[in-house]
């Protein structure tokens, strides 16, 4: 099975609270899983090149599927000498609910 198709099969039920206090319930997977698992493993933020398993290109989709969600994730500019780039925090906590690791759901069959 190839990593693409572990990562579209992943999946993983989340709990997070808002610094408001607004609870969230939801099921995540695939990219967003990913950047959920970093947002909440790294405080200080995660951006596309310092993003675990390599570059997230299209981390700012990710981050707005979760914005979608209602996570409240704050966007900061980080400055360096060709301009700047996005640095995503999570602001208020998340906790995943199934255990401390996302499952691996089993395939569906055709038919």
Do not use: C
């Amino acid at each position: 099975m190839s990593q693409a198709t572990k990562r579209q099969l992943e999946r993983a039920f989340f709990k997070y609270t808002a610094p408001s206090g607004r609870v969230v319930s939801a099921m995540v997977k695939g990219r967003e899983l990913e950047t959920l698992k970093a947002l909440i493993a790294s405080p200080a933020g995660v951006d596309v090149l310092s993003f675990p398993g390599g570059p997230a290109y299209r981390l700012a989709a990710y981050v707005h599927r979760l914005r979608a969600l209602g996570l409240l994730i704050e966007t900061e500019a980080v400055p360096h000498r060709d301009g700047w780039h996005a640095r995503y925090v999570l602001q208020g906590s998340a906790e995943f609910l199934d255990g401390h690791n996302a499952r691996l759901a089993a395939p569906r069959k055709a038919g």
